[in-house]
């Protein structure tokens, strides 16, 4: 007796079992197996047809979603499912990709903002220490070319190249070119040292002493202050922060270009050279070139 005659019996049995349940209406129980096992797939497939993944979720559910539609990408009868699913899963990645990209927008204008705020504070910091300690007393303006007076009490006072030359040269006598009166410093009325009225003069009566200590802190603070102004106009495009810094009127006339700036450097230029000019002639000038120059001067 061969093996299928064994088995002949008992499918005839099955047979009729499911036949009589039939017609008595009795439902017959879903085994599992591979039968079983193809219906759970559809169904899957099916669910996941009806409940379509909402773009509006968060990117925790968008990605537990992804990886249980990768699990049902897996049936080769189904092309046209995989596709469907395939382009739910870039669109949840582009959809991922904006809200990043939106994200880091937002940090890089806050970010932004809060460096325009600090070279803000740092250019009226800048401004502040030169009108506090380098203001000159009698053009109440930041020194251009700060010289000392070489006063004989040794008074230590630093004013613009032009506006000590300007005080000095109003002592001088415009028509015998000679300084007849005392000069003394503007501020401590401390003598300065008298101008012989003939050449030729030695170097330690020149009235005036470079002050270079001041002239390369005011230089230095100077460019700052116009580096620090122009980049805040240049960020001006960006998104400004709630915390606003209360700037001086007239602090944005000190940025490169500005009216400020730009007279600052001039009374530099025009004092460094007059300075030069004075001390290099200093031994050989007569009354009449004082004279001369006190005109220049506008004096």
């Known amino acids: 007796m061969t093996r299928s005659d064994k088995k002949q019996p008992v499918l005839h049995r099955r047979r009729s079992l499911r036949l009589s349940n ?16 193809h219906r759970k797939r559809h169904k899957a497939l099916g669910d996941a047809n009806a409940v379509a993944p909402n773009s509006s979720c968060s990117p925790t559910i968008a990605m537990h979603t992804r990886r249980m539609t990768r699990a049902t990408l897996s049936d080769p009868d189904n092309p046209d499912q995989t596709l469907t699913w395939r382009e739910h899963d870039l669109a949840l990645k582009a ?14 204008e806050e970010t932004s903002a809060l460096l325009q705020q600090a070279k803000e504070r740092e250019a009226q910091d800048i401004f502040q220490q030169l009108e506090e300690h380098f203001t000159c ?11 000392s007076l070489n006063a004989a009490g040794q008074c230590g006072h630093t004013f613009c190249a032009m506006c000590i030359l300007k ?3 109003s002592r001088l006598h415009r028509l015998c070119g000679c300084w007849h009166e005392s000069v003394d410093c503007p501020i401590c009325r401390s003598l300065v040292v008298m101008t012989p009225e003939k050449p030729p003069r030695l170097d330690f009566t020149f009235p005036f002493v470079p002050n270079r200590t001041a002239s390369a802190i005011c230089d230095s603070w100077v460019e700052k ?15 400004r922060s709630r915390t606003r810094v209360d700037t001086p009127s007239d602090l944005p006339h000190w940025r490169e270009g500005g009216a400020a700036r730009k007279e600052w450097l001039r009374k530099r230029s025009e004092g460094k050279a007059l ?7 200093w031994s050989r000038l007569t009354p009449e070139n004082f004279a001369a120059m006190k005109d220049d001067l506008g004096v």
């Open 22 to 37: 039939l017609q008595h209406g009795i439902k017959e129980p879903v085994k599992l197996g591979s039968f079983s096992v």
């Open 95 to 108: 959809q991922e990709l904006e809200q990043r990209l939106a994200a880091v927008s937002k940090k890089e």
């Open 137 to 147: 007393s009698l053009c109440y303006d930041i020194m251009a070319s700060p010289f």
């Open 167 to 169: 005080w000095s040269f």
């Open 225 to 239: 202050l116009a580096c620090a102004l122009s980049e805040t106009k240049k960020g001006r495009g960006h998104k």
């Open 275 to 281: 300075m030069s000019s004075l001390y290099s002639n």
